[in-house]
């Protein structure tokens, strides 16, 4: 997810996404112990796409605090 797109998403959004990409990546990573995923890149890009969401939080925590 670019993050225009997350920029887009209001926090209520985004706090679903997180929830929903947190367990999707819980789900990746059992899989993975059981047997090795063929796309490591796939996870990598999950991580990545939660960082930015959680940066995206924050960035509007810090803001409403300024106000």
């Known amino acids: 997810m670019k993050n225009e797109v997350i920029r887009e998403l ?3 959004e985004l706090n679903e996404r997180l929830g ?3 367990e999707q990546l819980v789900n990746l990573r ?3 112990a059981i047997s090795p995923v063929e796309n ?3 996870m ?3 991580k990545k796409t939660i960082a ?3 940066t995206e939080l924050r960035r509007r ?3 409403e605090q300024k106000s």
Do not use: G
Request: proline share 5%; glycine share 0%; net charge negative.
């Open 20 to 22: 929903a990409m947190q």
């Open 44 to 46: 990598k890009d999950l």
């Open 52 to 54: 930015r969401i959680h």
């Open 40 to 42: 490591n890149n796939q």
């Open 61 to 63: 925590e810090l803001e």
């Open 10 to 12: 209001s926090t209520p």
């Open 30 to 32: 059992l899989n993975n």
